[in-house]
């Protein structure tokens, strides 16, 4: 995808202006800009780290990096989805069953939603857990064909994906750091440390 290319190949020419302006018109202009670019800022405004990958190979290479620099340990980690242990079966995970001795939670998503750059989960990501029960840790692999611009959307895909039972515990994380000017919209909401692996695929 060329937009990512663009985003991480090469840095905007900041002379002309203040980094304070620049921001500020970044945000405001999101919601002008394609699905994927909103989606990128807004959740590079909630706090997450977010790595791209052309290749799955590029996106192991990732995920190894993520481990080693935080010291978390393969036998020490959370991971619901048997397809995606089998997927990244090189890392040889050995899920841990106690999640509050579990260095991160290794999972899939539903979708990516442009909106307000938030991940959408259900209960294939993290069964009927809460996320205030989930390690503080998370690692998301996802790819660019489940960008969705609401909500609304993501509920749509989930429906259309679902051919006998729709999955329970539908929520979206989209807070990716402690929020220091807590606020009532902010009220209740669980905190992660996050890191998107997002594969291309289309």
């Excluded at 020419?13 to 302006?21: G, I, R």
């Excluded at 899920?95 to 959408?120: N, V």
């Excluded at 539908?170 to 009532?184: G, L, P, R, Y």
């Excluded at 909401?189 to 594969?199: D, E, I």
Aim: with cysteine; proline share 2%.
């Amino acid at each position: 995808m060329s937009v990512f290319r663009k985003i991480f190949g090469s840095k905007p020419d900041t002379s002309k202006s203040s980094p304070e302006n620049n921001d500020q018109s970044q945000f405001i202009e999101a919601d002008n800009l394609p699905i994927d670019e909103a989606f990128t800022v807004k959740f590079n405004k909630n706090g997450g780290k977010f790595l791209y990958a052309e290749t799955f190979n590029e996106v192991q290479n990732y995920l190894h990096d993520i481990i080693e620099e935080n010291n978390w340990n393969h036998n020490n980690t959370v991971v619901h989805n048997k397809q995606l242990k089998d997927k990244f079966k090189r890392f040889k995970f050995n899920s841990t069953q106690k999640m509050e001795d579990a260095d991160f939670l290794f999972t899939t998503c539903e979708s990516l939603i442009a909106s307000d750059g938030s991940i959408l989960i259900s209960s294939n990501q993290i069964a009927e857990k809460k996320l205030i029960e989930l390690p503080e840790n998370f690692v998301v692999f996802a790819t660019t064909s489940q960008f969705v611009t609401t909500i609304s959307e993501g509920l749509q895909s989930i429906k259309s994906k679902s051919k006998t039972k729709i999955p329970s515990n539908i929520t979206t994380i989209k807070h990716f750091k402690a929020n220091e000017n807590n606020d009532f919209l902010s009220y209740g909401s669980s905190s992660k440390n996050l890191y998107l692996l997002l594969l291309e695929d289309l």
